[in-house]
């Protein structure tokens, strides 16, 4: 069953009124709408979705990563209400998917989202709410690099402790290790090409 | 040294078997082989069915799986191989005792296979350790492990014990301990082993575009 989203809005805002939480509409086929939550109402958000009797979303399923480079992507699939102003630079996005096992429904898609993809790239860890988010949270923050505030524990959980960068970034550019392709195609192609020696003279 | 074989047969007729140490060596050697217990990824399922009762490892000399590197003879690369694993399989294989032998088992150990390109992932396990069967596959079928192994085994056979071309676990100065690459900031540290194999040339002819 899907969570009636306007119901469980209007509730949230009942319960926080001074959380900033905004309703995304997705224009797909999915028709999967979420709710943008504000960073310092993200721990109470999950906190009231969780312990409220009528609403029990006790399951945090999954977290994932998103990076948008170029802001006006993210709002063409999660559009925002009319008059919002568009962000000004890319941003790293969190999407947590919330079920309820006891009211047997789900998902309820909240998003929370950095300032930017440089520097204040800090997002408030729900671990203390939902233990599930340990090893999730910590895997965004290897391959995205996002920093969650909060953590218990935030080290790389994939990647070494040596490396740096975090790859699945879209301006992730892996070190050019092209040694030899059979049958090159495509991206690798254009890779080999890098590395063809200089054509012989006829 | 060769064995007359009319000879052979008159007296294994008699009951006397007549067989060169190396032979003898080499067959207890191939009939025994100990892997080592340990998958790395989905290939290491087919490996585990192939020691089941359907196909039976156990009928090559071959079921007996040891946790522990020192009391194996085969290390079974079974599965992706990915950057942050590599080192502790080159480690793994340190620490197995001579003579060792061993199968790179599927396209992601052979080759990266799928996910050659991507940011973690191995392209091929012989870049650290030497491989003497490679098993092509995505997942390889448990025959075709199987046949892997009886190819090992015929491998073996073949060993020579003594003179200029013989096995490496024979000669002592052979070599030691392979040497464990390092994690860098993007890459393993070196990102191959050049005593153990070396990139391909990237050859033009002038036809091409």
């Not at chain 1, 001074?18 to 310092?40: E, F, I, M, W």
């Not at chain 2, 052979?110 to 490679?134: E, Q």
């Not at chain 2, 015929?154 to 052979?174: C, T, V």
């Not at chain 2, 030691?176 to 040339?201: C, I, K, Q, S, Y």
Request: one cysteine or more; aromatic letters at 8%; a negative charge.
């Amino acid at each position: 069953m899907t969570p009636d989203l306007p119901a469980i809005l209007a509730r949230l805002q009942a319960a926080l009124p001074a959380a900033g939480l905004v309703h995304l509409r997705n224009p797909g086929p999915a028709a999967q709408d979420s709710l943008l939550v504000a960073h310092d109402s993200l721990v109470a958000v999950c906190q009231t979705l969780r312990d409220t009797p009528e609403l029990a979303f006790d399951f945090l399923s999954n977290v994932s990563g998103v990076d948008w480079p170029e802001p006006a992507k993210a709002d063409a699939v999660a559009v925002p209400p009319e008059g919002t102003a568009p962000a000004a630079g890319g941003f790293l996005e969190v999407v947590y998917h919330l079920y309820s096992t006891a009211r047997r429904c789900g998902p309820l898609v909240l998003r929370a989202r950095t300032l930017d993809r440089q520097a204040q790239v800090f997002v408030p860890s729900v671990v203390a709410v939902y233990r599930s988010a340990d090893y999730q949270e910590r895997e965004i923050f290897d391959l995205f690099g996002v920093i969650f505030t909060g953590h218990p524990d935030l080290r790389r959980i994939l990647m070494w402790e040596e490396f740096v960068d975090h790859p699945m970034r879209k301006d992730y550019v892996a070190p050019d290790d092209y040694e030899y392709e059979p049958t090159p195609h495509d991206a690798v192609l254009e890779k080999a090409k890098l590395h063809y020696p200089a054509k012989p003279e006829i | 040294m060769a064995i007359d074989q009319k000879l052979a047969e008159d007296l294994k007729s008699q009951g006397v078997h007549v067989t060169s140490f190396e032979s003898l060596i080499n067959w207890g050697r191939s009939s025994s082989l100990w892997p080592m217990q340990f998958g790395l990824a989905c290939c290491a399922i087919e490996m585990i069915a192939a020691t089941m009762a359907k196909y039976d490892m156990a009928r090559f000399g071959a079921e007996v799986f040891r946790p522990s590197p020192r009391q194996a003879d085969l290390m079974i690369v079974a599965g992706t191989v990915t950057k942050k694993m590599a080192p502790q399989v080159v480690r793994l294989y340190n620490q197995m005792a001579e003579p060792k032998y061993v199968i790179a088992m599927g396209a992601c150990a052979i080759s990266g296979g799928p996910f050659k390109d991507g940011y973690n992932v191995l392209k091929g396990i012989d870049r650290f350790i030497p491989v003497d069967v490679s098993i092509p596959g995505c997942p390889p079928r448990p025959e075709a492990l199987l046949h892997g192994l009886m190819t090992l085994q015929k491998k073996i056979a073949k060993e020579k014990l003594m003179g200029s071309s013989r096995a490496r676990h024979a000669d002592p100065n052979g070599p030691g301990d392979l040497p464990v690459p390092a994690f860098g900031p993007h890459d393993l540290e070196p990102t191959f082993n050049p005593d153990v194999w070396n990139p391909p040339a990237i050859t033009r002819d002038a036809s091409e575009s």
